[in-house]
């Protein structure tokens, strides 16, 4: 990296919002695909022969709405999650560089967005649950909950505030090695597709959206077991687990190793269009932010 980009450093505050702002562009895009990967992953019995066959019968049942079930909880947490994560990859990057004029290296990359991982999962935890039961109950012909609040008043009035945050261990699983993965990938494309003499800043839309969407799959690449388990972890019956220790074992015995990839083709098919549009968004966001308040 250009020591003179390392010098341009965007304030925490600016992270703050326009990594909100990416986060819904990602919501978006991603959710329905979403949806399709928690029900491929929590199905009983063999509800659906693969994504498109989720993707069929859950039109052809629900209306292309059904695809959105759940998205109460996530757009209510997206947004200061995604501007969390942002925040909290900004914050790694200052605490490492010491000399705006050393650029950083791609260890200390990875270390950053490992922190912003961490910062994330307070609001991820929660809002993981209540999506998953959501959108899991319509093809379980169950329905419980009458939307994200109900469910989350629920879970706490039943079992209380432990049974809310039910998954958070899981959850730094998934998140913290991932996340770190994340944005090095995405830093190390921004640089790799810059032209020479260019600032990575002014990078093209359709590089920015390549960078993105690369970065989203090799994220999944890695989450993905980790999200399987905290999927059948935040959606079991009480009873079902012994303990947080028994969720892998469990699956293992009775669907094999390629139970911890249940859903990968939904994911992958989430993951490209969705981080693209994540940071596309944030980009956007903050060129908007850098040209209204500059000294901001």
């Known amino acids: 990296m250009d020591a003179k980009e390392s010098e341009r450093r965007i304030s925490p505050l600016k992270n703050f919002v326009a990594g909100g702002v990416g986060g819904v562009c990602l919501l978006f895009v991603g959710h329905p695909l979403d949806t399709i990967k928690v029900r491929l992953q929590t199905q009983s019995c063999v509800l659906y022969r693969g994504t498109f066959d989720c993707f069929r019968k859950t039109v052809s049942k629900e209306g292309i709405f059904g695809l959105y079930k759940g998205m109460g909880a996530p757009l209510a947490g997206v947004t200061p999650m995604m501007a969390m994560n942002f925040f909290g990859f900004g914050l790694g990057k200052d605490l490492?560089?010491?000399?705006?004029?050393?650029?950083?290296?791609?260890a200390q990359i990875y270390l950053a967005g490992m922190l912003a991982g961490v910062f994330t999962t307070v609001i991820v935890a929660p809002g993981e649950r209540v999506k998953c039961l959501l959108q899991i109950q319509s093809s379980a012909g169950q329905l419980k909950y009458t939307g994200p609040v109900n469910c989350a008043l629920t879970l706490y009035r039943e079992h209380g505030i432990c049974s809310v945050y039910k998954g958070t261990v899981l959850t730094l699983i998934r998140d913290v090695p991932s996340n770190g993965l994340y944005f090095l990938t995405y830093e190390y494309l921004k640089n790799a597709l810059t032209p020479e003499g260019e600032s990575v800043h002014d990078l093209s839309t359709s590089r920015v959206l390549l960078a993105g969407g690369i970065a989203g799959m090799s994220n999944?690449?890695?989450?993905?077991p980790a999200d399987v388990l905290k999927s059948n972890y935040q959606t079991a019956a009480d009873g079902r687990y012994r303990g947080l220790g028994d969720v892998l074992p469990t699956l293992l015995r009775e669907e094999g190793a390629r139970g911890l990839y249940k859903g990968l083709s939904a994911v992958m098919l989430r993951a490209f269009p969705a981080n693209a549009a994540c940071f596309l968004g944030f980009e956007v966001a903050l060129k908007c932010l850098n040209y209204a308040a500059p000294n901001w």
């Open 96 to 106: 490492l560089q010491r000399d705006p004029s050393v650029p950083l290296t791609y």
């Open 220 to 224: 999944w690449l890695i989450a993905l």
